[in-house]
């Protein structure tokens, strides 16, 4: 009698429920059969067991026991009569249907690039007539280390049969005597990355398994064109703007003086679509879970940053950038990742535009739409409580030690586009994901995906770290005075302090978009309000909102004129009383410098005035910086901090109010000297003006465009006073269409110098085709032009449904890498600065 089956006994499984053992019937005897004619031929594989007369079993194509995938002989077993797959014509050639199909054609590359839940063609040679009643042919597609069918890691597809569920197929759509064309459906919940591919034929003679070759890599990338994918977007705009786009603008500066920057993304040029997956290998992300958006933005989110994991770029806020290069000098993404990829240690250096341009080029490179965001007096919230909490003592004078909130003058971040089936519905559409590393997330420097939607409302118990998130555009600024029992009071609340002018390029041109009311309610209404109270009760000090003491009848407000680096600079301070009585107030004005991140250094200048105000009326007061007064204490990103305090003599209101700004750096004009034509050299001059009387020393330009010219650095040298220099650079354009070329220029005594020139780029002479694919033609990618906000259709609306760390860094030369830009990463600490540090601990 058989032994009962003890599989599902008690201890053995977790799954296991614990039942008495009832003795079973007695397993019938095995069935005998007579053996195939085949199985004495082959006895190696289950192709000719069991089969009816002539054909050949199709139904199990997975490794055979102890097999390993992908692990196959280059010199395969022919015996006469097998089906011999002598080589695969895959069409990864630019110019081919298929890349043009898939929106790929832009890409550096002719392997093979393809979008999951679409189809694409391929052609098998083959040394004999393909007969479907004697032959079965599978595709095999691995990736990953230890490929897994159960994991979609290792993806068999047979000819003629789809996959239940799965997505994957493959049908024949014509046959010859040398050659069998095919065309694939590739699942559009498929893993995304680089995919090798072989085949396997079964006939009467035995399984035939085809080498993998390199030059049969297969990549497949996200599709946001695609229906069924979870990052499918509905909009052809967008499409062209959010995944096409190659170059776009950046923000940075005030919101009183909002400055531009084109950079350069390049998710098309040779080599990124390598590094940006050598990225997820970094990481050590295992391949069966990129095919989910969410969890490959959110790793993304983490490895551009280099805390925790040796990630792609090293942060620095000190404003001593010797080991590196400064923040403010980079003009693209390519040079980054090349470098990352190439060495695999981080990059020096970058700040919050240069992660967010990063992120930019690797989400839209994986097919996922994608822009960044810049967000005006953004706040940074340490201590969970979504207000912007600042202290003073008796006198109103700052409590440095207790203010470790701060607002940064603009930070950067991204918008990426998918679904969020881990969500309650609702919660589609735009996500935020923020790469600089300010605070953890799981215990990592990470942040997002988060909804927009989430954001608005002030719902921050949604995933993934809405509250942090929240307080950077809708907290409340409040105002603390240390009382005589050493207890603190609220004095004031600015209710409209932080989250102002939400910006991003517009779909179509070089306009700034203003994006602010998908972030928040207008300023001031109910629903503002109200998702402001609702996400406090979620915070630290939920109890600021019960009783609202503070009161107003005397407001501040600061404008700052012009402020051109190298000339004097005004700031006007104007009193304004609502009141029906007079009110004197004892004013104080203080001066210092400050980086955007808002840390400050010290007071250079302070003035106290005493101002009467008439019932109903306003006084001004301005104060005069000049040149020498503020040039030895200007730090990086040259911005100043003005804080206005006081006090109303007849009510004691508090006032207090800061308002930061930067001095404006000139412009690099760059213009292309004679025509550009794929392959053939061209020049392009740049002419600079240097605003100071002092000289600028040591200064470096950077130039790099994709499709135009690979990243380059060029040492100019000192610049004298006042002086105005040319120069010209030579670039040979890569691909036709109309491309950008973006410049910069750098110094110790002069930073934010960037310049852009669009260049029209023709196809090889002689009537040959360019060997890379026109660009699709965008007014994105036309000339950059300053103004007000674009007015064109809003994209924010959402459609009616809504690494291992042990790889070795690739082993591939760079020539346009420089030495002086790849410094050891490993320097000390103090050149390496977290933004999350308090201003008091922070080097200034």
């Known amino acids: 009698m058989p032994e009962a089956d003890t599989r599902t006994d008690v201890g053995r499984w977790a799954s296991a429920s614990y039942r008495a053992r009832q003795p079973g019937p007695p397993e019938p005897p095995p069935e005998r ?7 004495k031929i082959c006895s190696c594989c289950k192709c000719c067991q069991g089969r009816g007369r002539g054909r050949v079993d199709d139904t199990d194509w997975g490794p055979m026991p102890g097999e390993v995938p992908g692990a196959r002989s280059a010199q395969p077993v022919v015996r006469e009569g097998m089906l011999v797959v002598s080589g695969v014509e895959l069409g990864g050639e630019r110019s081919g249907a298929t890349r043009r199909a898939h929106h790929t054609d832009e890409f550096e590359s002719e392997q093979l690039i393809v979008r999951r839940g679409q189809p694409f063609d391929l052609r098998l040679q083959l040394r ?13 597609l691995l990736i990953g280390p230890t490929p897994q069918v159960s994991k979609a890691t290792h993806i068999l597809v047979p000819v003629g049969a789809p996959l239940p569920g799965l997505g994957w197929a493959a049908e024949v759509t014509k046959s010859s005597s040398d050659s069998l064309s095919l065309r694939v459906s590739i699942a559009p919940t498929a893993v995304i990355g680089k995919y090798r591919f072989s085949v396997k034929t079964r006939s009467r003679a035995g399984e035939y398994q085809m080498p993998f070759d390199p030059r049969n890599e297969i990549y497949i990338l996200f599709n946001p064109w695609c229906r069924e994918d979870v990052v499918y977007l509905p909009r052809d705009d967008w499409l062209e703007e959010y995944v096409l786009n190659e170059s776009g603008r950046i923000y940075y500066g005030t919101e009183s003086q909002i400055g531009e920057r084109t950079w350069n993304y390049g998710q098309f040029d040779q080599g990124v679509l390598d590094a940006c997956l050598y990225i997820l290998d970094r990481r050590g992300m295992p391949h069966s879970g990129r095919g989910d958006p969410i969890s490959v933005s959110r790793v993304v989110s983490a490895m551009v940053n280099s805390l925790d994991d040796n990630g792609v770029l090293v942060g620095n806020w000190t404003g001593d950038y010797s080991r590196g290069t400064n923040p403010s000098a980079w003009v693209g993404s390519v040079d980054i990742l090349r470098n990352y990829h190439r060495t695999g240690y981080p990059v020096l250096y970058g700040q919050c535009w240069v992660f967010a341009g990063v992120v930019t080029t690797v989400l839209r490179c994986f097919g996922i739409a994608t822009r960044t965001i810049t967000n005006y007096n953004s706040a940074h919230d340490t201590d969970v409580s979504l207000t912007m909490d600042i202290y003073f003592d008796e006198n109103m004078k700052p409590l440095e030690r207790l203010n470790a909130d701060s607002v940064w003058n603009f930070h950067v971040w991204n918008d990426c586009w998918m679904t969020r089936p881990d969500l309650p519905s609702g919660y589609d ?7 600089t590393p300010q605070e953890t997330s799981s215990g990592i420097f990470c942040c997002g995906p988060c909804p927009v939607e989430a954001i608005k409302n002030g719902q921050v118990y949604l995933k993934y770290d809405a509250p942090f998130i929240f307080a950077e555009v809708n907290s409340d600024k409040v105002y603390w005075q240390r009382q005589a029992d050493g207890t603190y009071k609220i004095v004031y609340v600015e209710e409209k302090a932080i989250g102002h002018l939400i910006s991003t390029k517009a779909v179509g041109s070089h306009e700034r978009h203003d994006v602010t009311e998908i972030y928040k309610h207008p300023e001031g209404s109910e629903a503002e ?6 996400a406090a009760r979620h915070g630290t000090k939920a109890h600021i909102y019960k009783n609202k003491e503070w009161g107003e009848d005397v407001s501040v407000s600061v404008e ?15 009193l304004s009383n609502r009141g029906s009585s007079q009110r004197s107030v004892a004013l104080s004005l ?20 005493q101002v009467a105000i008439p019932p109903g009326g306003a006084q001004s007061v301005r104060m005069v910086v000049s040149y020498p007064e503020y040039q030895p204490h200007l730090v990086d990103q040259a911005a100043l901090l003005l804080s206005v305090s006081g006090k109303v003599a007849e009510t004691g209101q508090v006032l207090a109010k800061q308002h930061s ?39 470096v330009f950077h130039m790099e465009g994709s499709g135009v010219s690979s990243p380059k650095a060029t040492t100019i040298g000192n610049i004298g006073g006042y002086q105005t220099i040319s120069f010209r650079q030579a670039f040979v354009p890569l691909r036709a269409g109309r491309r950008q070329l973006v410049g910069s220029l750098d110094s110790p005594q002069l930073s934010q110098v960037h310049g852009v020139v669009t260049v029209d780029v023709a ?9 890379e694919a026109p660009a699709r033609a965008s007014p994105a990618r036309g000339s950059p032009a300053r103004g007000s906000p674009a007015r064109q259709p809003d994209p924010r609306a959402s459609p009616a449904r809504q690494p291992d760390p042990r790889a070795s860094p690739a082993r591939q030369p760079d020539p346009r890498a420089s030495p002086a830009r790849q410094p050891d990463p490993r320097a000390s600490p103090a050149r390496q600065p977290d933004p999350r540090t308090s201003p008091a601990s922070r080097p200034v």
């Open 33 to 39: 059969r007579k053996p195939s004619v085949f199985s």
């Open 128 to 140: 004999q007539p393909y007969d479907p009643e004697l032959h079965r042919v599978c595709l095999e």
């Open 429 to 435: 559409g735009w996500q935020v994901v923020d790469a």
């Open 529 to 534: 309000r109200k998702a402001v109270e609702t």
């Open 560 to 574: 700052t004129s012009e402020a051109i680096m190298g000339q004097d600079v005004s700031v006007q301070v104007t």
């Open 590 to 609: 203080h001066l210092a410098p400050m980086f955007y991140t808002g840390v400050t250094g010290s007071t250079f200048k302070q003035e106290s005035k």
């Open 661 to 699: 700004f930067r001095l404006r750096t000139p412009d690099l004009t760059l213009t292309v000297l004679g025509p550009a034509v794929v392959g053939q050299e061209t020049q392009v001059q740049v002419v600079f003006k240097n605003p100071l009387p002092q000289t600028l020393k040591g200064a």
């Open 763 to 771: 196809p090889a002479s002689g009537g040959q085709p360019a060997p």
